[in-house]
Each structure stands twice: as C-alpha cells, then as structure tokens.
C-alpha cells in the first residue's frame, strides 16, 4: 500500500491532455468507413448486410457509384468491408467523428473527391 | 420504535443506486424485508422481434448489442445455433480463436465486477483498482478484435479476425500482469477483514434454495452447485482446455466474491492454454450460407453471469422465424428475492450486485390480460396516453390542465 502511493507520488499523470495529445489506436481498430468509387460495381451487397442501413450505393453514371454513409446509424461494425467482393470499402482508425450539426454526419464518397480522403466532418469535432 | 408498523417503499424505475431502470417494491418492517416484488419490463427493447425481420448476418451484430459487458456470449451462443441448424463445421482455429476471447471477456466481466462490487459497499479504492487493471485486458480485446465493446469477431462459420504471433506474446504479457494483480485481489478478499465482515452472511442462498430456484453461474456455484455450461455441455474448444469448476460453500455475497475472483486464475490459464494449443488453418468457412435451412436449435453458453440459452427456429429463408434469449440474469433474479427476504434494506444494493444483474438482458415485454374475458390485447401508443391521462384524471390529477397553466405561465413570461 505505501509503496504503492509513494509510486503515485513519483509517476506522471495517467491521463492524457486529450485533444492536445492523441492516443494511438489499436492497429485493426474499427472506425470511420473509407469508400473507393472506382472499385465498386454496384452489387450493394454492404447496404444489405448493413445492421442499421447506414450505407446507401447510388449509381451516378456509367459504372459509376457513390456512397452515402451516414455515421449517426453506423455502428462501426465493419461487415459491409467483409461482404465487399471489390475492396472498395475500407475501415480507418479514425475515431473522431462527433458533430454539432446531424446533417454533417452524413458523409458522400463521390467520384470527384476520389482519392482525397474526407476530412471535412472530423474539423469541426474537437471544437 | 417503529417496528410494528409495515410499509412499502418503490426502489426504482429511477433510483441513484441503480445503475438501470428496474421496479423493486420492497415490504418493510422498520429495517426488516419482508418481501420484494421485482417487475421487470421497463428496459425493453423488443430484439427477439427485431431479430426476425434481419437477415442471419445483421442479426449477429443486433444480438451483440443485447448486452454490452458479455456481448460476446450472446453473439456466440447465437451463432452456434445457427450452425448447428446449417450442419456447418466451424474450423478449429476459429472455435480456439472465440474460446479466446471468451474468456478475456470473462477477465474483464469478473474485474469490473469485483469493481461494482466493491463500489456498492463503499470500498471504492477496490474499484479504482480493479478498472484500472480491466484496461489492460480492455486494450487486449481492442487490439484482437477492433473495438472495445460489442468485439464483433464472429461471422456464420467462423471469426472474423485471424490471430498473429505478435498478438499472442501481447496477450501472455498481459495475462502475466493481470495474474500478479489478482494475487492481490485474492490476498484482499480473502484477509481484508473489511470486505470479510461485510459480506459474509449476506445475501445467503442455500445449496438447496440455489437448486430449486435454478441459480446459474457464480452465483449457484458459490452455493456449492457445480454447474458450469464449459465443464456440462461443452462448446466451442472447451472440451481441449483443462480447467477446474470453482465452487465455494460459503453461500453468500462473500461466496460470490471468491468463486469470481478465483475464476480469474482459472481463466487466465485457460488463456495460455489455449493459445499454446491453438492450431494453424482457416479461421472461417468458405462462402458462408445465407440461407439456413428450417429447423431450430437451442445454445447454451457460460457467459460471465451464468448460463445463456439461446433458441433459433429458421424456415429455410435469410431471416430466422423465431429466436429466444434467456439471458443469465433472468435465471437469478428469483433467487435475489429469496436472498433478501429476512434481511435489512442496507444489504439491498450489494446483494441485488453480488448475482451482477444486466436488466437490459432481461426484460421481457409485458401482455396486458383482461381479468374476466382473458383476452390479450396490445395497446397503440394514443391508447396508452389517453389511458394515462384517464388514470391520473381518477385520482384528481388532471396532467392536461397543468399543461395548460405551464403554457400560460411560460407565454406570461
């Protein structure tokens, strides 16, 4: 017992100054979906696996498909990526997604942003 | 003295020493409990119906989300029936695989346990430990399975997430780490004379009584009721892994504390065993069905509270015609009546923890029955309110004039 507080007395904090220092997730973590528009095909095997319906394919063109994932209904689940045939969804460690505003939770992965990842919702999360 | 006189006090739908919605009415004689009344129903969310209007492979992640301390129980014990049902062969190294994280939930099941517990009789610096060893083995299962909660690592026909060697040697240090600290929690809960005097005598529950109320997990094996579904009717790699059924004759809360405390240590070899015996192979079937064929099957799971059963009946489509969950809680919570009659108020909130109650596993909706004709009927939401409305209205409250003089007060202003 004494020992114990006399290594607490000499040990730094073991909380973090969060949105300052970050940490480090798990290697496979489950967080915020990534979707390539030009690998999929269509199949929409995602929306129909998905447990809450969170994910929407919607043909824009000629072979050409954007998705709408809403992360209010996702549960980060990560089944779509596994029914995927084509790889074209992708889960990322990003875990910072809260929003003020509902709509922004609604992300579009359309071929014009292709390639670029989604910033955009994560800014206004840590004000 | 007030002794003589006997009341009634309702502990809940919404109580501080509660952490969820459940409805104690408890029969007092001064100190005394005469008898209690549970009624459960107000954490219902009507997963067994939503079960049914899913696919097999949503249902996995809905079923998950039954309970979010054993949610690998549930899924699992789901998951079983599914396969038996679907006659499919589940490759061994995924059965070791879920075995696996079985039982790092079950480490992170008894400490948080033995956290609350401690909470509830006011040792909170048992519970400051405890969490914070159960981080350790809360990043474990973060790392091997994606997340912290709600793991998601099985799939019809096998797991999900393959294991790597760098992620063994991570495990067996943890698990390392984790057995000194239970050495000490051991050495606490055993010579603290503290948690001896509070404890003991608490909350008994007769080897007998533990029999005919058919109490599941530690808290029937505390009683000194050898019943553990791993050892009975074993499942996934169970029937590989040398272990040894704790039981303890203590029959109280204290009991209760030994028998989880000692299943740790058990686990944790468990842990190394199964890790050294696990074989190399595919972790899932190839392209797994979605269709199952009719027929139904009953799963039984030791999850960290007890036995859960789970029922499956399938019609041959992608959606099961009917699933049943008789969560462990459900099986002891007639034995929390019993332990608590004959004994003071102040034991209420320990011995309601000591069987580690999940309500929202529990609860069962709730059939209305009119008493003369015996017919069932079910209300719509309009129903419910105007019969509210009318039963506050016979007892001289009338909620709608109130509404009516908050407004006017509020456009007053």
Redo the contacts between chains.
Sequence with gaps: MIMEVLRSILKKP?TNLYPAEKLE??????GELKFYPERCIGCKLCM????TGAITIRKVGEKKFEAEIDLGKC?????CV??CLKKALE?TKHIELAQLDPKKLKVVFGHEQAGESPEKPSQGAAE | MHNSKEFKIPIGPQHPALKEPESFSVALRGEKILGVDIRLGYNHRGIEKACEE??Y???I??IE?ICGICSHAHATAFIQAVEEIAHLAVPERALYIRTLVGELERVHSHLLWLGVAGHEIGFDTLLMYTW?DREIVM?IL??LT??RV?Y?IN?IGGV??DISPAQVKDVLKAVDKLEERTKYYIEVATEETTIIKRLSGVGVLAYDDAIKLDAVGPTARASGVARDVRRDDPYAAYDKIQFNVITDTHSDVYGRTVVRVKELMESYGMIREILKKMPEGPIAIKAPPRRIPAGEAISRYEAPRGEDVHYVKSNGTEKPERVKVRAPTLANVQAVKHMLKDRFLADMPIVIAAIDPCFSCTDRSIAIEDGKSRKKNVMTWQELHDYSIKWHRERGFDPAEINRKFHKTMEGK
Excluded: F, H, T, W
Excluded at chain 1, 75 to 79: A, S
């Design positions: 073991a997730m798990a290697e496979k973590y489950r129909r696996d998905c447990p549960i980060y689940c990560g089944q596994d029914s889960i | 899913r696919s492979v949503q249902d992640y809905l989300r914070r990043d973060a790392d994606g997340n709600n998601g799939s999900r997430r």
